[in-house]
Each structure stands twice: as C-alpha cells, then as structure tokens.
C-alpha cells in the first residue's frame, strides 16, 4: 500500500507541496485538532506535528515557547498519537508527519511506537537528534508498518553524507536552508537553490525547505526551487499571539502562503 506522503507528492505532479508544522497541545489538544483541520481546509498538503519534549536542540525561541506551553498542559507521545486518530476520523488523506526527539519514542519501545503510529494514521517520522548511524533500528520498525523516516539535511552536509542519507530516507528529505536554529537569520536563497542542485544529484526524493520561511515572498521563492516548503515558526507565532483565534488565524496566514506556493508552480 503507497505511503499517504508518496501519494500525495504523486498526486502533485509538478506542483509544489505546502508543509506545514504545529506544535501538538499548543494551546492546547483540542484547539490543535481544529487547527489541523483548518491547515488542511486553507490549503496544506502536508501536517507536521510536532511532539513536545523537555529538551528540544534545533528549535528557536518561538517554538521553544510553544513546547514548553504543551508541556504545561500535561501532553504526551500517546496524546499526540489519539490526536492523530481523531484527526483522521475525518480525514483519511493527509499525511502526518509527527517531528520531535528519540527519547519519549525510545521510552515507548521502536515496535511498539511504530505499531501504534500506523495505527492511528501517521505517515512518516522525523526524529531530530536520530541521525542515520544510530535510527537503523527506528527505521526498521517504521519501514515494516509502512511509515517513511524523515531525515534532516543541513548546509554543511557533505556529498558522501548525502548519498548516504540517500539510502535511508523515505517521504522525502527536510533541507535545512539555514545554519542555527528554526525562526532565525534570514533565508539565502540562491544559497539553498546551489544546495538544492548538488542534492539532485544524489537523492531522488522529493526535496522539501524548511528554516526561515516567513511570509508568502520567501515561500513563492523557495518554491521555484524546491519540491515543498515547510513553514513552522510562523504559523506557530500566529498561534501564540491569536491563542483564541488560533485556527481562523493561522488559515488565513496559510492561504497566502498557498498561494504563493502555486503562484511559483504555475
């Protein structure tokens, strides 16, 4: 059976994906939930949900804030996961990618987290602090249940750590354009378009942007060169100012974000 993540960029064709990162339980389980639904309904093709943890290392201040807000409200590994099978009671077509760190995975047992995320409906998953030297295990587990392992790929990547990437990686591959956290510095991007043309060479998954990626100008034009983008810390920035209004918020800023993102497929 094809991979929701595999379908979706099929389906695509040449048109550039929309991917999109919330933080699970911010503000809290039941707001993510309509969030989820009004990123889908606004034009995201992709939902990354992020699982809180105590000691996250490549998120900035922003979402840092928004972990530390799940993690006040109690929210685990098995909340996040019964939230994705609440989302796909109503959606059974948009993949999910739950993003976090080994630890609360590694707590719970690979087969048994792999087993319960194919259970409630996740499509792939990207462990930050797992490289490919140590996720072969994961990777297995996830590989037998159908999940994708997403993998990371920075700016000081070489080559023959590309091509290695290669061989492990499934879904697609997250390029980080920026050195440092997510929500800092401002995007190069005729860097990330130089980066891009040395990653075609060894990798033939779909390429996807993320890092620095903050308004409709920067996606369309991440857009012309990559095969998605992924914005976070700009959606989830809309959630902490707008806690109220969370979905209605972040909709309307994923809309023009789609937009830009077809403007630059056309």
Same mark, same amino acid.
């Given at each position: 059976?094809?991979?929701?993540?595999?379908?979706?960029?099929?389906?695509?064709?040449?048109?550039?994906?929309?991917?999109?990162?919330?933080?699970?339980?911010?503000?809290? &389980?039941?707001?993510?939930?309509?969030?989820?639904?009004?990123?889908?309904?606004?034009?995201?093709?992709?939902?990354?949900?992020?699982?809180?943890?105590?000691?996250?290392?490549?998120?900035?201040?922003?979402?840092?804030?928004?972990?530390?807000?799940?993690?006040?409200?109690?929210?685990? &590994?098995?909340?996040?996961?019964?939230?994705?099978?609440?989302?796909?009671?109503?959606?059974?077509?948009?993949?999910?990618?739950?993003?976090?760190?080994?630890?609360?995975?590694?707590?719970?047992?690979?087969?048994?987290?792999?087993?319960?995320?194919?259970?409630?409906?996740?499509?792939?998953?990207?462990?930050?602090?797992?490289?490919?030297?140590?996720?072969?295990?994961?990777?297995?587990?996830?590989?037998?249940?159908?999940?994708?392992?997403?993998?990371?790929?920075?700016?000081?990547?070489?080559?023959?750590?590309?091509?290695?990437?290669?061989?492990?990686?499934?879904?697609?591959?997250?390029?980080?354009?920026?050195?440092?956290?997510?929500?800092?510095?401002?995007?190069?991007?005729?860097?990330?378009?130089?980066?891009?043309?040395? &990653?075609?060479?060894?990798?033939?998954?779909?390429?996807?942007?993320?890092?620095?990626?903050?308004?409709?100008?920067?996606?369309?034009?991440?857009?012309?060169?990559?095969?998605?983008?992924?914005?976070?810390?700009?959606?989830?920035?809309?959630?902490?100012?707008?806690?109220?209004?969370?979905?209605?918020?972040?909709?309307?800023?994923?809309?023009?974000?789609?937009?830009?993102?077809?403007?630059?497929?056309?």
């Amino acid at each position: 059976m094809i991979n929701r993540i595999e379908q979706t960029f099929t389906d695509l064709g040449k048109q550039k994906a929309l991917i999109t990162y919330i933080t699970a339980g911010d503000p809290n &389980l039941a707001d993510t939930l309509n969030i989820m639904h009004s990123l889908v309904d606004r034009g995201a093709d992709i939902i990354e949900l992020g699982v809180p943890f105590s000691d996250p290392m490549a998120d900035g201040p922003t979402i840092q804030r928004a972990t530390e807000r799940a993690l006040a409200n109690n929210v685990s &590994l098995k909340d996040v996961l019964q939230l994705v099978s609440q989302f796909r009671q109503s959606n059974q077509h948009t993949p999910i990618v739950l993003m976090g760190y080994l630890n609360p995975i590694h707590k719970m047992g690979y087969a048994a987290f792999a087993k319960a995320a194919q259970q409630a409906g996740v499509d792939g998953v990207l462990t930050v602090d797992n490289p490919i030297e140590t996720a072969t295990e994961l990777e297995n587990a996830l590989r037998q249940v159908g999940i994708c392992s997403i993998f990371l790929i920075a700016p000081t990547t070489s080559e023959e750590r590309m091509q290695a990437i290669a061989q492990h990686a499934s879904g697609f591959v997250y390029y980080v354009s920026l050195k440092g956290v997510t929500g800092s510095a401002q995007l190069d991007t005729q860097a990330v378009a130089d980066k891009i043309t040395v &990653l075609r060479q060894h990798i033939k998954l779909p390429i996807g942007v993320g890092f620095g990626i903050s308004d409709a100008e920067s996606a369309e034009k991440i857009a012309k060169v990559a095969d998605a983008v992924i914005v976070g810390s700009r959606i989830v920035k809309e959630i902490e100012q707008q806690p109220q209004n969370a979905a209605n918020a972040v909709g309307q800023l994923v809309q023009t974000l789609k937009i830009a993102v077809l403007k630059a497929s056309a």
